[in-house]
């Protein structure tokens, strides 16, 4: 099983909602994507159709993989589940900063296909959630938003990336074109990462919250929409790095490297 780490250094990225879309079209793509939570405040089960939090996830129970739930689509997914007490929130974020490889050994031991692929949606990096998904990463899907505070906080995480030996690519999201400002954006962190920057730009589409109200999967209640087209251009990127890429991984120095990805 491959893992892919969806990451931003800045708040609403869209890594939620990316995670939750790109699991339904891999599977389209004839993957068997696992999605997983590791984010205490337990949106992701929204974007698969649930109406609640639920109580058990993968935060609060040691038989975590019987926590999974199935969307209309056939995806699994993994909540992180309410820890309940204020205790028990300090007991999982203790166990989180003593043990960097929780998530990894979690994901080691449970009994899925070889080609099954673990999307993990976490908190904004640095925080203790995104460096369990890292540390669990065979790739890390870098989220930048055509903001200012992506280039401000990129040069850390990328530091963070080679330190942790992370293969990693990056995406713009959230692009209204329209305005100057996120063209900028785009424009310098092209000129920044270069072909590590995917030409998967995800634009800004009123339908994606929309969507998320409804408890849909925006690229199936929207196909022909511009940013649909853009989720499905990353997923097909994804589905050639897991077919071909992913075999070059950590500490496989020499193999066939896909464009766009960074070899740690
Ligand atoms: N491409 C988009 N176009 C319009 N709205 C979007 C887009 N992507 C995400 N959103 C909306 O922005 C909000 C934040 O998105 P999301 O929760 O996926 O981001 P996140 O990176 O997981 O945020 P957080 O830092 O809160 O975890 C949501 O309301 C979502 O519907
Ligand atoms: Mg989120």
């Known amino acids: 099983m491959k893992t892919i780490a969806l990451i931003s250094a800045v708040g609403g990225a869209g890594r939620t909602t990316i995670t939750a879309e790109?699991?339904?079209?891999?599977?389209?793509?004839?993957?068997?994507?696992?999605?997983?939570e590791c984010d205490p405040r337990g949106l992701l089960g929204f974007h698969f159709g649930l109406h609640e939090p639920v109580r058990q996830g993968l935060s609060n129970t040691a038989d975590w993989a019987a926590c999974g739930h199935r969307s209309d689509d056939g995806v699994l997914f993994v909540p992180w589940g309410e820890p309940g007490t204020r205790a028990a929130r300090a007991d999982i974020a203790m166990r989180m900063h003593e043990d960097p490889h929780w998530l990894r050994r979690l994901l080691q031991d449970v009994?899925?296909?070889?080609?099954?692929?673990?999307?993990?949606?976490s908190a904004p990096w640095p925080s203790p959630f995104a460096e369990q998904a890292l540390a669990a990463a065979d790739?890390?899907?870098?989220?930048?938003?055509s903001l200012p505070e992506s280039c401000a906080?990129?040069?850390?995480?990328?530091?963070?990336l080679d330190e942790g030996g992370i293969?990693?690519?990056?995406?713009?999201?959230?692009?209204q074109p329209g305005r100057q400002l996120h063209t900028d954006v785009s424009v310098l962190l092209r000129a920044t990462l270069g072909d590590a920057l995917l030409p998967y730009e995800v634009h800004e589409d009123a339908g994606v919250p929309e969507a998320l109200a409804r408890g849909e999967c925006f690229c199936r209640s929207t196909p022909h929409s511009q940013t649909a087209h853009d989720l499905q251009g990353l997923a097909s990127w994804v589905s050639g790095w897991l077919l071909n890429g992913a075999r070059a991984g950590k500490g496989q120095a020499g193999g066939h490297v896909p464009r766009g990805v960074v070899a740690p």
């Open 167 to 175: 293969a990693r690519a990056y995406v713009v999201t959230r692009l």
């Open 139 to 145: 790739l890390a899907l870098v989220l930048l938003p």
């Open 153 to 160: 906080t990129l040069a850390p995480l990328r530091q963070a």
């Open 22 to 36: 790109l699991a339904s079209l891999l599977r389209w793509h004839g993957h068997a994507p696992l999605a997983i």
């Open 111 to 121: 009994d899925l296909p070889g080609d099954a692929v673990a999307l993990v949606d």
